[in-house]
C-alpha cells in the first residue's frame, strides 16, 4: 500500500536547535605525533563535496536497517524455527522505502521542511535518538502496509498440551499440582514468589479446573506473535493457561512495576486480538468456551486473593476488554 509521510509521528525528544548544538560543524581532526603521542589542538574543517556522500550513505545504511530488523527471526534463540530469517521481510521494495525514509526526512521528521545537504544537517539524523526514531516509525508502520485480508474460511488445528508428554522440574522450585496434567509445576527459584502463589492458589481454588503453565521450550505451539516497541516482530508465550466453567482464561503474571512497559502493552494487544478471533469459532472449535487474555498485576493478586476472592473472580477483574476503536483498539 502507498504511505503518506504526514501520517507519521515527527521527532519530539529534543528541538532542532538543541540537535544543532549537539553535533557542531565540519569534521573534527586531532593532530598528534606519532612517536610521543602529543596532541597539538583540534581543528574542523568542512564537509564540502562530502556532505552529499554522507547523507546517501545514511539514507542507504537506514534502508538496510528497517529491512533487517524486520527480517529478523521472530522466535528468538529457538533453532526450530531458524529458517524464518532466510525470507526478508522486504526485497524487492527497497527503493520505494528509501523515497519514503527521504520523504520523511525532508517533510515530517523535525515538523518543518529540512533539507539534509544545507548546513551539514544530515548530521543531525546519525545521532541515536534521531536514528532510532526512523527505525522505530518505519518497523511499526510497514508491516501495516504489508497486511492483506483474506475471505477464505479459517483454518482451525486443534492442539493440545498433552502433546509434550512430560516437563522437567526441579523439586524444590516447583509444586504438586493435582489439577494439572504434569504431576509438578515449576516456579522461578529467584523471584519467584508470585508464580507460586499463584499456583498454590489455583490448586485449592474450586472455581479452577484446571490449569498449566505454559512452557516455552517445550510448548512451541502456544506462542503468540506481536510487534515490539522498536518494530521488530516479536513473539512471547503466556505464562498460565486456566479453565473455569465459564471460560479459559491466558494469563499473564507481571511485577507491578512491568505493567506499564511500551513492549507489556503491545503483548495485551496482540493477545486480546488472538483470543477476539478464536471467540468467533463455533462454540465446539473452541472447548465450549469464552477464551479472554489476563494480564495480572502482583498487587492486584494479592490484595484479591487475601481478602477470599475465587481466582474466577480475580481473572474476571484483571480481564483485558477490547474496545474496537482505531487499528489496535482501546483497553480498560
Given at each position: 500500500?502507498?504511505?503518506?509521510?504526514?501520517?507519521?509521528?515527527?521527532?519530539?525528544?529534543?528541538?532542532?536547535?538543541?540537535?544543532?548544538?549537539?553535533?557542531?560543524?565540519?569534521?573534527?581532526?586531532?593532530?598528534?605525533?606519532?612517536?610521543?603521542?602529543?596532541?597539538?589542538?583540534?581543528?574542523?574543517?568542512?564537509?564540502?563535496?562530502?556532505?552529499?556522500?554522507?547523507?546517501?550513505?545514511?539514507?542507504?545504511?537506514?534502508?538496510?536497517?528497517?529491512?533487517?530488523?524486520?527480517?529478523?527471526?521472530?522466535?528468538?534463540?529457538?533453532?526450530?524455527?531458524?529458517?524464518?530469517?532466510?525470507?526478508?521481510?522486504?526485497?524487492?521494495?527497497?527503493?520505494?522505502?528509501?523515497?519514503?525514509?527521504?520523504?520523511?526526512?525532508?517533510?515530517?521528521?523535525?515538523?518543518?521542511?529540512?533539507?539534509?545537504?544545507?548546513?551539514?544537517?544530515?548530521?543531525?539524523?546519525?545521532?541515536?535518538?534521531?536514528?532510532?526514531?526512523?527505525?522505530?516509525?518505519?518497523?511499526?508502520?510497514?508491516?501495516?502496509?504489508?497486511?492483506?485480508?483474506?475471505?477464505?474460511?479459517?483454518?482451525?488445528?486443534?492442539?493440545?498440551?498433552?502433546?509434550?508428554?512430560?516437563?522437567?522440574?526441579?523439586?524444590?522450585?516447583?509444586?504438586?499440582?493435582?489439577?494439572?496434567?504434569?504431576?509438578?509445576?515449576?516456579?522461578?527459584?529467584?523471584?519467584?514468589?508470585?508464580?507460586?502463589?499463584?499456583?498454590?492458589?489455583?490448586?485449592?481454588?474450586?472455581?479452577?479446573?484446571?490449569?498449566?503453565?505454559?512452557?516455552?521450550?517445550?510448548?512451541l505451539f502456544m506462542r503468540l506473535r506481536y510487534q515490539k516497541e522498536s518494530g521488530v516482530p516479536g513473539i512471547y508465550w503466556p505464562d498460565f493457561l486456566v479453565r473455569t466453567a465459564k471460560g479459559i482464561w491466558l494469563t499473564e503474571t507481571k511485577a507491578q512495576d512491568m505493567l506499564i512497559q511500551a513492549d507489556v502493552i503491545r503483548k495485551k494487544i496482540a493477545a486480546v486480538a488472538w483470543c477476539e478471533r478464536v471467540n468467533e469459532l463455533p462454540p465446539e472449535q473452541r472447548?465450549?468456551?469464552?477464551?479472554?487474555?489476563?494480564?495480572?498485576?502482583?498487587?492486584?493478586?494479592?490484595?484479591?486473593?487475601?481478602?477470599?476472592?475465587?481466582?474466577?473472580?480475580?481473572?474476571?477483574?484483571?480481564?483485558?476488554?477490547?474496545?474496537?476503536?482505531?487499528?489496535?483498539?482501546?483497553?480498560?
Amino acid at each position: 500500500m502507498e504511505l503518506d509521510v504526514t501520517t507519521l509521528p515527527e521527532f519530539k525528544a529534543f528541538t532542532f536547535e538543541q540537535l544543532k548544538m549537539m553535533i557542531g560543524k565540519g569534521d573534527v581532526f586531532r593532530s598528534e605525533d606519532v612517536q610521543e603521542k602529543t596532541q597539538f589542538g583540534d581543528y574542523r574543517v568542512d564537509g564540502g563535496i562530502m556532505t552529499a556522500t554522507g547523507y546517501n550513505d545514511f539514507l542507504a545504511r537506514m534502508v538496510r536497517r528497517i529491512s533487517d530488523s524486520l527480517s529478523a527471526p521472530v522466535t528468538g534463540s529457538s533453532k526450530v524455527f531458524a529458517n524464518i530469517s532466510k525470507f526478508p521481510f522486504l526485497q524487492v521494495n527497497l527503493p520505494q522505502l528509501s523515497a519514503w525514509v527521504d520523504e520523511f526526512i525532508r517533510r515530517k521528521l523535525f515538523a518543518r521542511q529540512f533539507e539534509p545537504l544545507a548546513d551539514e544537517n544530515w548530521r543531525l539524523l546519525c545521532l541515536d535518538a534521531v536514528a532510532n526514531h526512523i527505525i522505530q516509525t518505519f518497523g511499526r508502520k510497514l508491516p501495516e502496509l504489508a497486511e492483506t485480508e483474506t475471505t477464505a474460511p479459517p483454518e482451525i488445528v486443534q492442539r493440545r498440551l498433552s502433546e509434550v508428554p512430560k516437563i522437567n522440574v526441579r523439586e524444590s522450585s516447583s509444586i504438586v499440582t493435582p489439577k494439572c496434567i504434569y504431576e509438578r509445576l515449576p516456579y522461578p527459584a529467584r523471584n519467584g514468589g508470585f508464580e507460586e502463589a499463584f499456583i498454590g492458589k489455583a490448586n485449592a481454588d474450586s472455581t479452577v479446573e484446571a490449569f498449566c503453565k505454559v512452557n516455552q521450550d517445550r510448548h512451541l505451539f502456544m506462542r503468540l506473535r506481536y510487534q515490539k516497541e522498536s518494530g521488530v516482530p516479536g513473539i512471547y508465550w503466556p505464562d498460565f493457561l486456566v479453565r473455569t466453567a465459564k471460560g479459559i482464561w491466558l494469563t499473564e503474571t507481571k511485577a507491578q512495576d512491568m505493567l506499564i512497559q511500551a513492549d507489556v502493552i503491545r503483548k495485551k494487544i496482540a493477545a486480546v486480538a488472538w483470543c477476539e478471533r478464536v471467540n468467533e469459532l463455533p462454540p465446539e472449535q473452541r472447548s465450549g468456551r469464552t477464551w479472554n487474555y489476563c494480564l495480572l498485576g502482583e498487587n492486584l493478586f494479592y490484595e484479591f486473593r487475601d481478602k477470599g476472592a475465587s481466582m474466577e473472580e480475580i481473572l474476571q477483574f484483571a480481564r483485558v476488554r477490547a474496545r474496537a476503536v482505531g487499528k489496535e483498539g482501546l483497553f480498560e
